[in-house]
């Protein structure tokens, strides 16, 4: 399969988020039962869904970090955890913006797809501490691996244990008695979901590319200085990356 | 560390896993009796514990969620200063070093220590339960059953305790990584023994409608997360 040149992965972001939005604010009718604010379901939605399969990609990709033993499996891991993490603070603030309005308090603690998303981030802010707590660059990489597949594993059991525990106050869109959304909302959902997905792509394909550059450029540096010694520059951390990491797997 | 007894488990170690099994738990249980560093603090913890809950509620007698919630999270902090110590004495005394020499699977290194510490929770709760019926239960129907609730809520602490034990065994942060990890990992675990437990604590006498359901995501819990350990213990075993 060709992989399709970043500018063009972009533009084509770019493209799809602007028809969402478009879509969202001049084609999707107002929700009968919450008017305008129920719009920011299409952008909170989409985050979510994002968030939560990164996580799941970059167990994919702590898999095949463990069973070839290359870096850019890695590094991949790492980026899209990063990613999720951002996208999921995103789905926060969306969630309890959209709580305050709807439910009229900024957060509800009986409610399960809040907390299991909260359970989710908490355990996935601890993927930084973690990394940095390991000096080792290669055990430091492994364990990174075997922390993303434990959790990984985790992000269904929880979602499990938790809707089983509570009450369903949150809306149930896509599967409700009534047949679920109408289908000019579902058709802008799925714009938005495109969008985002491209996005959360993109933006894991331009941090991938900008850390093999500045790997590069550290390398080019020190060979101009002419030294041969010293740590790699950049954050502790991030895994260094190997130039074809760009290149989406 | 040298003592006698890994002796014991010598050239019987090189053709059954199962014998490095009996010979590394028999090894961390013999020396947690000579020791007596992990199990006497968890059981002088709990008691702390139950006091200050004692006080801290200002109640003479609880039932439902609130016994349940008291029960389980002084359990959980109590597994987690075992936790934080599993493998301690491994890495400081050159335990690793003697394991990854004899030619025994990283598993059976794995399976004993969660042994060791089910077998560390269970003497925990022997005592822990006792007291907590005495400071807090008007009945005891219910303690029976309860017991088999730690049972299921001790093989998930143990498979998640493990892994995240031996990742923190080998950080600089040990004591600060262990719980930071652990306990988002343990949520599950905690909501499904908690909704279990205030059923089996209720007051006048047990229910038991809808504790099934609870004690299946219990199990799934343990039963996904001891196959996650095992798939994944060898890379972090040290090489």
Redesign the interface.
């Known amino acids: 399969m060709k992989v399709p040149s970043l500018r063009a992965q972009a533009a084509a972001t770019v493209a799809a988020l602007g028809a969402g939005f478009a879509l969202v604010f001049f084609y999707a009718p107002l929700d009968a039962d919450q008017g305008f604010i129920q719009k920011i379901f299409y952008l909170h939605v989409p985050l979510a869904i994002c968030a939560l399969l990164g996580f799941v990609v970059a167990a994919g990709h702590a898999i095949r970090h463990l069973r070839t033993g290359d870096p850019v499996h890695d590094a991949r891991s790492y980026v899209s955890i990063h990613l999720s993490v951002i996208f999921g603070v995103g789905v926060l603030l969306t969630g309890s913006i959209w709580a305050r309005a709807s439910w009229g308090k900024w957060w509800v603690w009986d409610e399960p797809t809040l907390v299991s998303f909260l359970i989710v981030f908490l355990l996935y802010a601890t993927y930084y501490p973690l990394r940095y707590a390991i000096e080792d660059r290669d055990r430091q990489a492994r364990y990174a691996s075997v922390f993303a597949i434990t959790a990984g594993a985790f992000v269904p059991l929880n979602f499990v244990a938790v809707r089983m525990a509570q009450s369903l106050v949150h809306p149930r869109v896509f599967a409700t008695a009534e047949g679920g959304l109408p289908g000019s909302m579902l058709f802008t959902f799925c714009v938005c979901l495109l969008g985002m997905s491209l996005l959360w792509l993109t933006l894991v394909r331009f941090e991938l590319a900008a850390k093999s550059a500045s790997a590069k450029l550290s390398r080019l540096r020190r060979a101009l200085e002419g030294e041969t010694y010293g740590p790699p520059s950049g954050s502790r951390i991030a895994p260094g990356v190997p130039s074809r990491a760009a290149s989406p797997g | 560390m040298t003592s006698p007894e890994e002796g014991t488990g010598g050239p019987g170690a090189r053709t059954h896993s199962l014998r490095a099994f009996t010979a590394i738990l028999a090894k961390d249980l013999r020396v947690e009796l000579r020791t007596l560093q992990a199990v006497p603090a968890m059981v002088l913890f709990a008691v702390t514990t139950f006091v200050l809950f004692r006080y801290g509620l200002d109640r003479t007698s609880l039932s439902g969620s609130l016994a349940a919630g008291v029960l389980l999270a002084t359990v959980l902090f109590a597994a987690i200063l075992a936790i934080n110590r599993l493998f301690v004495p491994e890495r400081d005394e050159g335990g690793f070093d003697a394991i990854r020499l004899a030619p025994v699977d990283g598993s059976a290194l794995l399976a004993a220590k969660a042994a060791a510490l089910i077998v560390y929770l269970v003497v925990l709760e022997a005592v822990a339960l006792p007291v907590f019926g005495v400071f807090f239960l008007d009945t005891w129907t219910g303690v029976a059953p309860l017991a088999g609730v730690l049972l299921l809520t001790d093989l998930g602490l143990a498979a ?1 305790g493990v ?1 995240v034990s031996q ?1 923190g065994a ?5 004591d ?2 262990v719980p ?2 652990l306990l ?2 343990l ?2 675990v905690m ?2 023994a908690a ?1 279990s437990a205030q059923r089996l604590l209720a007051a006048g006498g047990p229910s038991y409608g809808g504790i099934g ?2 004690l299946a ?1 219990l199990a ?2 343990d039963v ?2 001891l196959l ?2 095992y ?2 213990y060898d ?2 075993l040290e090489d």
């Open positions: 998640t892994l990742i080998n950080s600089r942060a040990r600060l990584l930071l990890v988002p990992l949520v599950p909501i499904a909704n359901k609870w995501v799934l819990y996904t997360f996650v350990a798939a994944v890379f972090v």
